[in-house]
């Protein structure tokens, strides 16, 4: 079973909607990532959080340790936002990622 | 944009074959880390190095080994290439708390071995 479990796998979304990501966690962690991988490939950190709620522009990421969950949150989406969003947790010196959640945001 | 580059950007060789792939920064970051990424297990922690010649394991350190002689670069390298080596490697960097902290991704390296 892997540490870390997103929901959902594939999303697809009309321009303006309000997006909703999801990750789940298994284990005691120090800090949770969220990353954002374009469709070229290049990775981006977007968030870096060990309590409450992190905001930058329309990105809003928040999380919940005793329930061990994080969301990340996307207001009026714009097609440009089309990537795969990964979640990842710090814990005892080593990384682990969730499989990546890939967003479509059409026109 | 933080200043990592990885090289080669691509690389096919033949099984049984040594190969090194090396991330350069210019950021003067600590931290330096070697990712692989596949369909269906996503990012996985290969090494990574808290200083100079000071590095760890990471989830799936098996088949590699990595060198850090100065800050700068961090060495990958698979002394005798399988094919389930065949993968995207990413390099990241973070400046001084480790896996507490932003890291930086480099472009990634595709390694394809035959």
């Known amino acids: 079973k892997n540490e870390v479990e997103q929901s959902p796998q594939n999303l697809t979304a009309q321009e303006g909607e309000f997006i909703t990501i999801n990750c789940s966690y298994s284990?005691?962690?120090?800090?949770l990532h969220w990353l954002q991988q374009h469709p070229g490939g290049g990775i981006v950190s977007l968030f870096m959080?060990?309590?409450g709620k992190k905001k930058h522009g329309r990105l809003i990421a928040t999380i919940n340790i005793q329930e061990k969950h994080s969301s990340l949150h996307i207001t009026a989406s714009h097609p440009r936002d089309s990537a795969v969003y990964i979640c990842?947790?710090?814990?005892?010196?080593?990384?682990?990622f969730g499989a990546g959640t890939r967003l479509t945001v059409k026109p | 944009d933080a200043g990592i580059t990885q090289s080669p950007r691509h690389k096919v060789t033949e099984t049984g074959t040594p190969v090194t792939l090396r991330c350069h920064q210019t950021?003067?970051?600590?931290?330096m880390y070697w990712y692989r990424q596949d369909p269906g297990h996503g990012l996985r922690l290969i090494h990574y190095?808290?200083?100079?010649?000071?590095?760890d394991k990471g989830e799936v350190s098996d088949g590699y080994s990595v060198s850090r002689s100065k800050t700068e670069d961090f060495l990958l390298t698979l002394e005798s290439a399988t094919s389930s080596q065949t993968s995207v490697y990413f390099c990241?960097?973070?400046?001084?708390?480790?896996?507490?902290?932003?890291?930086?991704f480099g472009p990634g390296t595709r390694l394809l071995v035959l």
């Open positions: 959080l060990s309590s």
């Open positions: 990241a960097i973070s400046e001084d708390v480790g896996l507490l902290e932003t890291q930086y």
């Open positions: 284990v005691g962690i120090s800090a």
């Open positions: 190095s808290y200083g100079v010649k000071d590095t």
């Open positions: 950021e003067n970051h600590r931290y």
């Open positions: 990842a947790v710090s814990y005892n010196n080593d990384m682990r």
